[in-house]
C-alpha cells in the first residue's frame, strides 16, 4: 500500500513563489504525479517525476528524490488562478495503481 | 483527441434508491480507473480495469458497488443501495497501458444521497 503525506493549506501572495511537499512510503514506486484541482473540477495533470531531480515546466517545477520518498511541487509567479487544490499521487510498478494524497489547498491572495 | 466522457455530470438520489454511472475513456487507452472523492480528500481508488479485465477492487465495496467494462471501451459503476455516505464525485480517468503514461481524467459525476 501508499502513504502519502502533504501540508493541508498554504497560502501565499500573487507573485511569490510557494512549495508544496509531499512524502510518501509505498511497498513499490513507478513515478510520482502532481495534479492541480480547482474546485468543482476534476484533477488536470501537471508533472510527471520517475527519476531523481528537478523537471521545470513554465511557472511549475517538481522535484523527486526516490532514497528520500520524497517530492515538492514549485509554484513560481502566483497568479490568482493558481488558487487551487495540488495533488501528489504515487505510481506502483506492477498494475500501475496511482495513490493520491489528501490534496493541498492554496491560496494566492493579491 | 477527445477526452474522458462521463454521465451523468450530477445526480440526487434517496437513500436506498441505485444509481449508474457512465464513462468513456480516451480512444486507445486501455487502463480505466474509477475513483470516489469526498469533499475536502484526494482521490480513493475504486476500482482498476486493464481492457476488460479487473486489475484492483480492493477498496470497492462489494455489497452495494460494481463496476464493468465489458468490451474494454467504456465502463458502468452502478451503486445499489445508496447510503448518505456515498455522496460524492464519482471520477474516471484513463491511460494507455504502460509505465510513463500519464493518467487523465474526466469531469466526474458529482452524487449526492438525500
Known amino acids: 500500500g501508499q502513504n502519502i503525506d502533504q501540508p493541508t493549506e498554504m497560502t501565499a501572495t500573487e507573485g511569490a513563489i510557494v512549495q508544496i511537499n509531499c512524502t510518501y512510503q509505498t511497498s513499490g514506486f513507478n513515478g510520482l504525479f502532481w495534479y492541480q484541482q480547482h474546485a468543482g473540477e476534476a484533477p488536470t495533470f501537471l508533472s510527471y517525476?520517475?527519476?531523481?531531480g528537478l523537471e521545470e515546466k513554465g511557472r511549475f517545477s517538481s522535484f523527486l528524490s526516490r532514497s528520500k520518498g520524497y517530492s515538492y511541487l514549485l509554484l513560481k509567479e502566483l497568479q490568482m488562478k493558481d488558487s487551487a487544490s495540488y495533488l501528489c499521487a504515487v505510481r506502483e510498478p506492477n498494475d500501475y495503481k496511482l495513490s493520491f494524497g489528501a490534496g493541498t489547498t492554496v491560496t494566492v491572495r493579491a | 483527441e477527445a477526452g474522458v466522457a462521463q454521465s451523468p455530470r450530477y445526480k440526487i438520489i434517496e437513500k436506498r434508491q441505485s444509481v449508474a454511472f457512465w464513462c468513456n475513456p480516451i480512444s486507445g487507452h486501455a487502463t480505466l480507473y474509477w475513483y470516489q472523492q469526498i469533499l475536502g480528500q484526494g482521490p480513493k481508488l475504486l476500482i482498476q480495469?486493464?481492457?476488460?479485465?479487473?486489475?484492483?477492487d480492493s477498496q470497492l465495496p462489494k455489497d452495494r458497488f460494481s463496476a464493468e467494462r465489458l468490451k474494454g471501451v467504456d465502463s458502468t459503476l452502478k451503486i445499489q443501495p445508496a447510503k448518505l455516505e456515498d455522496s460524492a464525485v464519482y471520477l474516471c480517468?484513463?491511460?494507455?497501458?504502460?509505465?510513463?503514461?500519464?493518467?487523465?481524467f474526466g469531469e466526474g459525476s458529482w452524487l449526492t444521497v438525500v
Open positions: 480517468a484513463s491511460s494507455r497501458a504502460s509505465s510513463g503514461n500519464t493518467i487523465y
Open positions: 480495469f486493464q481492457n476488460n479485465g479487473v486489475v484492483d
Open positions: 517525476n520517475v527519476l531523481d
